[in-house]
């Protein structure tokens, strides 16, 4: 797995800002949030039809990449636009399904009914104004 580099990842945020302001791109959040949802429809396009995980070694890894980095792209647009800190949002969302998930309840090896208890959990908590 290759690792995260965070510092490229700012330079680049600058950099889509940069172009989109030199063409005076400035759409709407909402024209934004459509766009990042055609993107991800892209990128599954590319796994359509597939019968396993085998079919991934004849892909183009380059082409998804790019549908890739288009998601990424369009949510960073969307998160200046709405002036949403992208990165905070991950670490507090990534802090929320710690404790939403807690790891120790995933070592038995019976994920799917703990992920379907946990979800029923969730939606009470919710219900009862506990979210």
């Not at 889509?16 to 599954?44: G, T």
């Not at 992920?115 to 969730?122: D, F, G, N, T, W």
């Amino acid at each position: 797995m290759k690792k995260f580099d965070a510092e490229k990842m700012a330079i680049l945020y600058e950099k889509i800002l940069k172009f989109n302001d030199k063409r005076s791109w400035d759409p709407s959040a909402q024209d934004i949030a459509k766009s990042v949802v055609i993107e991800a429809a892209e990128l599954l396009e590319h796994f359509q039809w597939d019968t396993s995980d085998r079919d991934i070694k004849k892909k183009d890894m380059t082409e998804i990449g790019f549908e890739m980095a288009d998601v990424i792209w369009y949510l960073f647009n969307l998160a200046n636009k709405l002036n949403i800190d992208i990165i905070d949002s991950m670490a507090k969302k990534l802090e929320h399904n710690e404790k939403k998930y807690p790891a120790e309840m995933f070592k038995n090896g019976d994920n799917e009914k703990f992920y379907y208890a946990q979800k029923q959990k969730y939606r009470e908590e919710k219900k009862n104004g506990k979210k």
